[in-house]
């Protein structure tokens, strides 16, 4: 393919930024401008020669702007297949000249919808002549140049610079495939927004989505795969992506992964006591709320000291010096915070390898929104979980009612079990865990592996006894038989709380009786896989 001398340059713009700089360029190279509305303006403000569109076609613009550039005067320029014999005889049949460059860039849809506009200003921001006009010269690339983001604009311009005022083929298909991928990404905003927001439909008949790279990774879950960042076109909370990176290497795919699930167990104790969250491979392994950040992190770390190594720590409150120096004391590969005082800066600016993030606030925990999870031939999609219980939600179920303070201890585990892969069990005891079992293919495992992990803390620490003696304890889901309840009972624990619901609840029920137990029942599961 050969190189093409761009002669002539239709430009139609919202953004404006960088506009005048690369009418200048592109004038100073003798090349024709025509624009649009507000984009013409903008270019003879900039003491540029500018020919309105509606000169090309012979039409003014009309219908508050909704046709001005949907005319065969601009898209023959565009579709014309120049070394076409039939396509050159219409061209000068219908005196239509060609366009060699488009500069286009939308109407701001998003931008309008996330600021709550009402539906009519929502609609009218729908583009539709824009899309048009990208669309045909992205696809007669092998022609015409076609640009759709400004940060574009340089490389165009050096572009032109290296090819004697042409653009080569190869250029003119990179720019044609991001142009594709901007219409269908406003395409696809657009039909989000009419099926969430306009009609209510959470699962419509076509599910279009849109998001933009944010990098490739180092690699992914092992190192023979690879890996890329991306992030929804309308960031809906924000999370990791938009934390800054105070300092570390680059945060890899299992780091991104594990980090998102300490960030999101911390959001659930926003605006409460300091709470810290150590995760291991997207579990955690220990979580703790005290008055203080160091007494929590101290604590949440006696759950389980050997899972903590090399794990990820967040926590629901700004970082303070101790506390950072604390951390320091072990091998951890990322630390997630709201905010990091001076002095925990400087604590882990001691550890170059350690990435520290801090986001901006912490993520609603009952957002609403969906999930996905790719399968062979097919792709699943849920509703959040972001299902919450409060004390009021409990129903006693056993003789024995909870204290206050096992009620308490019972909500924590609750809210620790939710964030740990199924089967769940958590054992907790004065607001931090004491003993956790995850991903089990059945439930008793989890409670034993729960307990064995809080006796080998106590070995560690020579405590005196498990820290699951007396502790409240979390099944994700109903326990299906007593077995599971029994080895609670087993590990000291003197509360239960699962959601119920198993044929076999009263049976459950009745051992619980038959050892002291009390136990409420939520009416509401937990699954994570």
Avoid at 50 to 74: A, C, I, N, Q, Y
């Amino acid at each position: 393919m050969t190189d093409v001398t761009i002669k002539r340059a239709l430009l139609s713009v919202s953004d404006k930024s960088g506009l005048a700089e690369l009418g200048k360029s592109l004038a100073a190279r003798g090349v024709e401008l025509v624009s649009t509305g507000g984009t013409a303006k903008a270019l003879r403000d900039a003491g540029l020669e500018v020919k309105d569109v509606s000169e090309l076609t012979g039409f003014p613009e009309m219908m508050d702007g909704r046709v001005k550039t949907l005319h065969p005067k601009v898209h023959g320029g565009l579709l014309a297949v120049r070394d076409d014999a039939d396509h050159a005889a219409a061209m000068e049949a219908h005196d239509i000249g060609a366009i060699d460059l488009v500069v286009v860039n939308l109407y701001p849809f998003e931008a309008t919808v996330a600021k709550g506009a009402e539906r009519d200003e929502v609609i009218e921001n729908i583009d539709i002549g824009g899309p048009s006009m990208v669309r045909s010269a992205a696809k007669n690339h092998r022609y015409v140049t076609i640009l759709t983001d400004p940060a574009d604009y340089d490389t165009l311009i050096e572009e032109l610079e290296t090819q004697d005022g042409a653009t080569g083929y190869d250029f003119r298909k990179r720019m044609a495939a991001k142009a594709f991928a901007a219409t269908a990404s406003y395409d696809a905003a657009i039909s989000q927004w009419f099926a969430y927001a306009d009609q209510g439909e959470m699962f419509p008949a076509k599910r279009a989505m849109a998001s933009s790279l944010a990098g490739e990774l180092r690699y992914g879950e092992n190192p023979h795969q690879k890996a890329a960042l991306y992030v929804p076109q309308r960031v809906v909370a924000k999370g990791l992506p938009q934390a800054e990176q105070v300092q570390g290497k680059e945060l890899s795919y299992n780091n991104y992964n594990d980090a998102n699930a300490a960030l999101e167990l911390a959001a659930e104790f926003a605006g409460g006591d300091p709470a810290v969250v150590i995760v291991k491979h997207a579990n955690p392994c220990g979580v703790a709320q005290r008055d203080n950040l160091l007494d929590a992190w101290n604590a949440a770390l006696e759950c389980d000291s050997v899972s903590a190594f090399g794990g990820i720590v967040a926590t629901n409150v700004p970082l303070d010096g101790p506390t950072a120096e604390a951390i320091c004391q072990i091998f951890t590969e990322v630390v997630v915070a709201p905010g990091a005082d001076e002095a925990a800066r400087a604590a882990f600016a001691k550890k170059k390898n350690l990435r520290l993030l801090i986001t901006d606030g912490l993520p609603d925990p009952r957002r609403p929104g969906v999930t996905q999870v790719v399968i062979a031939g097919g792709l699943l999609v849920q509703t959040r979980d972001n299902g919450a219980i409060s004390e009021e939600d409990l129903r006693i179920v056993t003789k024995r009612q909870p204290s206050e303070q096992e009620l308490k201890d019972c909500l924590f585990a609750w809210t620790v079990a939710r964030h740990v892969k199924s089967n769940a069990i958590v054992y907790a005891k004065d607001g931090a865990t004491a003993g956790i079992g995850a991903g089990q293919m059945n439930r008793r495992d989890s409670s034993r592996i729960a307990a064995m992990k809080a006796r080998e803390a106590a070995e560690t620490y020579d405590w005196a006894e498990s820290r699951t003696k007396g502790s409240a304890v979390a099944s994700d889901a109903f326990f299906p038989f007593a077995d599971g309840l029994l080895a609670g009972a087993e590990a000291g624990a003197t509360a239960i709380i699962q959601p119920g619901g198993s044929i076999r609840d009263e049976d459950v029920i009745a051992a619980a009786d038959e050892h002291g137990l009390a136990m409420v029942f939520t009416g509401m599961r937990h699954f994570r896989h």
